[in-house]
C-alpha cells in the first residue's frame, strides 16, 4: 500500500506479522486477521521476512505475533526483518508514525521468556515506533494454554480499536456469526476431467487402507526450501512390551549440507488414507475427490499487492493435483481444532443445535469449556466433525477451513563422522518417540507426524527442512568442562555434541602424533524408566568413553522403590558439579520435556552452587548462587533445548 503524500495512512489500513517456528504465531496472526476484516480494516497477514520495515507506516496499525525459539531467538521466518531493524545507521526517528502492538508466545520453562517479543517491541520504539496498546504474552505452560492468555488480550485489543479507531456512523462491525469469504479457493481445472485412473499422488502397492501399518513412498511434494531425504533406518529401540516406542531414525540426503549440535530436522507429514477417506465421505465430497483442482484467489478484483499469500504455496508445480492429494498432503485433518475452526464450520450447518453449540466455543466466557472439549482429550477435528455431523463444508473451501500440515521438528542425535555418508552426502540421525496414548476419554491417541515416520519402510523419502538450533556450541566450549543434562529423547542432541568432541580428538590426535588434546571432562546426566527398556546408547557411550573424558549417570525412576531422575544425580553429587561449573567454568546444556524437569534440574544446581564448595568460603549464598546461574545464562554457559 502506498502512503498518501504527507497525510499518514490513505486507508484504515492493518498490517499482521508473524514470526513462527511451529505455526502457533501465524494461527494467532490469522486469528487477529480475521478481526481486523471484521472492523473494516483493509488487511494483509503475512510473515515478518515478506516485509520491510519502511512499509510499516503505511498501515494505521501494525500488529506483530511472534514465537520465541532456542535461547531467547526470533523464528527463521522473522530473522531477515529483525536483522533490517539493527542496521547502526537507522536515525531514532525511522519508525516514526508507526503505531503498533504485540502479542507474544513463549515458555515460562526457558529462561529467557518471551525474548524475541520484548526484543522487538524495545527496537521499534527505539526507532520511535508507538506502542499504542500493551502488548501480551502467551505461556505454552499456562494451565489453558495459548488461549488462557489470548483469548482475553484479543478481546480487550478489539475494543481498544473501536475506542480509537471508531467506525463511522451508520457502520458496524461485521458480526461473528456472518462469515468472512474465503481469500483462496479450489476450483476444478476442467469441468469434464477427470483422473480417476490417473491419480495425483502415486500409490505403492501396499499404500491401501493398511498404510497405517506399513507404507514405502515417494514424497513428490514441491514444498519451498526443503531436502529430499531418503530413509535408511526406522528401528525401535526400546522392548515391544514397553510402554514406549522409541525409533532410532536414520535419513541420508545426497547434498553435502553442514549442520552443529542443537540443528533440527523438521519432518513434514502426510495423512493416512483411511482417515482422507472417512473426511470425503463425511462432507459428500466422492466425486469431486479424485477430480484435477487448481487453488485461485476468491476474488479477481484484488490487486496484485493486496492479494493475501496462497495457504499453500507452490500448488501450481504440483503434478497432478486433486481434492484427494490437497487432504492427503497438506490439510491437518487430525490437528486438535483452535476457537477459529468452530466459527468457520458453524457457518456450514442449518441445525439450529448444533450451530449454537458450535458458537459457544468461540466464545470467551466458555473458555473453560473450549479446552476440556479440545485441549484436554486432545480430539481431533476429524472427531470433531464426527460428532457435529450436520456441517457439511464446500469442498472448494477446504483450505481455508482446515489448517496446513505444518513440519514437526525433532533434535538431531548425530555428530562427528555420523554426519556424512560415504558418498559425501549428509546423514542425520534422530531418536524419535512415538506419540500413541489413551485420553481421559479412552479414545486412543497417535501424533500426526509420528504416526507417519512409523509407518514409512526404509527406502521411502521425505521431505525436510534442516533448521538451525539454539545451543550455538562454540568450539571452546565444546572442548571445555561440559554437564549434558538429557532425560529420554533429550539426549538426542547431546549425543550430537558427544561424537563432535569425539570427531575433534580424533583429528587432534592425528594431527599431533597421536598426542591428547587438552579437553575437559563430559557428564552425562541421563534418565529413563528401566536400565533394561529405554538405555539409550548404553553401548555408544562405553565406546566414547575411550576417546573423551565421558562419564555417564544415569537415573532410572521405575528400577527402584523410590523414584529417582536427573535432579537426584545432582543432589548426590554437589561437589563434582561445583568443581566443574564453578572452579573450571564449565558449561551446561539441559535438553528434553519441556514441563517440570527443567526447573528441577535448575533448582539443583542452585543448591550444588550452594553446598558443593568444601569451605564454608567457597560456599554461596541462595541469592549469590542464582546469580552465577543466570551469570552464566548470560554468557551462553547455560543453555537449554527443550519441547
Not at 155 to 165: E, G, M, N, Q
Not at 167 to 193: A, F, N, R, Y
Not at 379 to 407: M, N, Y
Request: proline share 6%; with cysteine.
Amino acid at each position: 500500500m502506498s502512503e498518501d503524500q504527507g497525510s499518514g495512512p490513505r486507508k484504515r489500513s492493518a498490517l499482521i506479522l508473524y514470526g513462527s517456528e511451529t505455526g502457533n504465531a501465524q494461527e494467532v496472526a490469522e486469528e487477529l486477521g480475521s478481526l481486523a476484516e471484521r472492523l473494516h480494516f483493509m488487511t494483509q497477514v503475512s510473515e515478518m521476512n515478506h516485509v520491510k520495515p519502511e512499509k510499516l507506516s503505511s498501515y494505521t496499525i501494525v500488529v506483530f505475533a511472534i514465537s520465541t525459539t532456542g535461547q531467547g531467538d526470533l523464528p527463521a521466518n522473522a530473522r531477515t526483518f529483525w536483522r533490517s531493524l539493527l542496521l547502526k545507521r537507522l536515525p531514532a526517528t525511522f519508525l516514526e508514525g508507526v503505531s503498533f502492538t504485540s502479542f507474544g508466545l513463549g515458555d515460562s520453562s526457558y529462561p529467557k521468556f518471551n525474548w524475541a517479543a520484548r526484543k522487538l517491541c524495545k527496537r521499534l520504539v527505539q526507532l520511535g515506533a508507538n506502542e499504542t496498546y500493551l502488548s501480551g504474552e502467551a505461556d505454552q505452560q499456562h494451565p489453558e494454554g495459548l488461549e488462557g492468555t489470548f483469548i482475553p488480550w484479543i478481546t480487550d485489543f478489539r475494543k481498544h480499536l473501536l475506542d480509537t479507531y471508531p467506525l463511522p456512523e451508520g457502520q458496524h462491525p461485521i458480526p461473528d456469526d456472518v462469515q468472512l469469504p474465503p481469500k483462496w479457493v479450489l476450483q476444478l481445472q476442467d469441468q469434464t476431467s477427470k483422473s480417476n485412473t490417473d491419480p495425483a499422488v502415486p500409490r505403492t502397492e501396499n499404500q491401501s487402507t493398511e498404510d497405517s501399518k506399513s507404507r514405502l513412498e515417494h514424497d513428490l511434494r514441491p514444498i519451498p526450501d526443503t531436502l529430499t531425504a531418503t530413509l535408511i533406518q526406522n528401528k525401535r529401540v526400546t522392548p515391544a512390551k514397553h510402554w514406549q516406542d522409541v525409533r532410532h531414525v536414520s535419513l541420508t540426503v545426497p547434498d553435502s549440507v553442514t549442520y552443529v549440535p542443537g540443528d533440527m530436522i523438521s519432518v513434514m507429514p502426510k495423512n493416512f488414507t483411511e482417515d482422507v477417506q472417512a473426511l470425503i465421505q463425511m462432507m459428500g465430497w466422492e466425486e469431486q475427490a479424485d477430480q484435477l483442482v487448481s487453488l485461485v484467489p476468491a476474488n479477481s478484483q484484488h490487486s496484485a499487492e493486496d492479494l493475501p499469500l496462497p495457504p499453500i504455496p507452490n500448488l501450481e508445480s504440483y503434478p497432478k493435483l486433486t481434492l484427494r492429494a490437497i487432504i492427503m498432503d497438506y490439510l491437518d485433518i487430525r490437528a486438535i481444532p483452535r476457537r477459529r475452526f468452530f466459527s468457520e464450520i458453524s457457518h456450514y450447518t442449518n441445525d439450529e443445535m448444533q450451530k449454537e453449540r458450535l458458537l459457544e466455543f468461540t466464545n470467551p466466557e466458555f473458555l473453560d469449556e473450549l479446552w476440556d472439549y479440545t485441549s484436554r482429550p486432545r480430539r481431533s477435528i476429524l472427531e470433531v466433525l464426527h460428532e457435529f455431523d450436520t456441517v457439511k463444508i464446500p469442498w472448494q473451501h477446504a483450505t481455508s477451513v482446515f489448517p496446513v500440515l505444518r513440519g514437526r521438528q525433532f533434535s538431531i542425535a548425530s555428530g562427528g563422522e555420523l554426519k556424512r555418508t560415504p558418498e559425501g552426502g549428509a546423514k542425520f540421525e534422530l531418536l524419535i518417540a512415538i506419540v500413541k496414548y489413551k485420553t481421559i476419554i479412552k479414545r486412543i491417541r497417535e501424533g500426526v507426524c509420528t504416526k507417519y515416520i512409523s509407518a514409512l519402510q526404509p527406502g521411502s523419502t521425505l521431505k525436510v527442512h534442516l533448521q538451525r538450533g539454539g545451543l550455538n556450541s562454540s568450539l571452546g566450549q565444546l572442548s571445555g568442562p561440559t554437564v549434558l543434562v538429557g532425560p529420554g529423547t533429550g539426549v538426542a542432541p547431546l549425543r550430537s555434541m558427544i561424537w563432535e568432541k569425539a570427531a575433534f580428538v580424533k583429528a587432534y590426535k592425528e594431527e599431533n602424533g597421536g598426542a591428547e588434546p587438552t579437553i575437559g571432562p563430559t557428564i552425562l546426566l541421563f534418565g529413563g524408566r528401566n536400565r533394561n527398556a529405554d538405555f539409550f546408547f548404553d553401548e555408544e557411550w562405553q565406546q566414547l568413553s575411550k576417546l573423551v573424558k565421558l562419564e555417564v549417570f544415569a537415573a532410572f525412576s521405575r528400577d527402584q522403590k523410590q523414584k529417582v531422575y536427573v535432579q537426584d544425580v545432582i543432589r548426590d553429587n554437589f561437589g563434582l558439579f561445583f568443581r566443574l561449573l564453578h572452579e573450571m567454568g564449565g558449561s551446561v546444556y539441559v535438553c528434553g520435556s519441556s514441563g517440570r524437569m527443567p526447573q528441577a534440574v535448575r533448582e539443583a544446581l542452585i543448591e550444588a552452587f550452594q553446598n558443593g564448595g568444601e569451605t564454608d568460603a567457597e560456599r554461596f549464598s541462595r541469592e549469590e548462587a542464582e546469580e552465577y546461574l543466570l551469570g552464566m545464562e548470560k554468557s551462553g554457559r547455560y543453555k537449554q533445548e527443550t519441547w
